[in-house]
């Protein structure tokens, strides 16, 4: 089928610590990836996206890359901020017409 | 600020009733998309709109309606609540059904009792 896993949270980190968060979908050709936050309160916002294999997709020190041969798209940065703490979604297209998205992964940031 | 707007922000219904939601897209975006996010789940889509035409559908039964208009507004109609269809409604506007870059409301947030 065509579904977006990922690890499951709370993920809690210090601040300056390295983030992972894993992400891995299935489906039928190659579709393109996504990263969402949605910080409380709020709704989602485009962190980053690659829409084809072995491309980096960046952000506010955020990075994720698309890997075709194990179909993950793991969000990785640094060294996190207290300002960072969210809930992070991987998402993939539908063909062009909407989005699939995982189930979302909570990070908290302690200072 | 994604220039997306959705009202009213909480709403609280009983089951049985119906409920309609806007949302007002970016000014130039034919496409509107609508998804349900259950507490701790991630967007599931609803359906799609383009041009004032539904251009795709998720697995929702026909309780969920929607409508888009010329001035980039929309909206979500559910008929008949049940208490799962508690959730927070998020509407993406986008400027062609195909376009990757996909601008989310704030969300509605429902309660269903």
């Known amino acids: 089928g065509n579904s977006v896993t990922q690890m499951e949270g709370p993920v809690t980190l210090s601040e300056e610590a390295f983030l992972t968060i894993n992400c891995t979908y299935t489906?039928?050709?190659?579709?393109?990836l996504f990263w969402y936050v949605q910080y409380p309160g709020e709704g989602l916002q485009l962190l980053l996206k690659a829409t084809k294999a072995d491309d980096k997709g960046s952000n506010k020190g955020f990075e994720a890359t698309y890997r075709k041969e194990t179909t993950s798209f793991h969000l990785e940065k640094g060294s996190v901020q207290v300002s960072d703490s969210a809930v992070y979604f991987c998402?993939?297209?539908?063909?062009?017409?909407?989005?699939?998205f995982g189930p979302g992964t909570r990070l908290s940031v302690l200072p | 600020e994604t220039g997306v707007t959705q009202s009213p922000t909480h709403l609280i219904k009983t089951r049985g009733q119906q409920v309609t939601l806007r949302c007002s897209s970016q000014?130039?975006?034919?496409?509107v998309s609508w998804y349900q996010q259950a507490l701790g789940q991630g967007p599931q889509f609803i359906f799609q709109?383009?041009?004032?035409?539904?251009?795709g559908r998720g697995n929702f039964p026909p309780r969920f309606s929607g409508l888009q208009f010329p001035n980039y507004s929309s909206e979500l109609n559910v008929n008949a609540l049940e208490l799962d269809d508690s959730a927070l409604y998020l509407c993406a506007s986008s400027q062609d059904w195909s376009s990757y870059e996909q601008y989310f409301g704030p969300g509605t947030r429902l309660t269903v009792t």
């Open positions: 489906a039928t050709g190659y579709p393109s």
């Open positions: 998402a993939r297209d539908n063909y062009g017409q909407n989005f699939v």
């Open positions: 709109y383009y041009r004032e035409e539904e251009n």
């Open positions: 000014s130039g975006h034919n496409t």
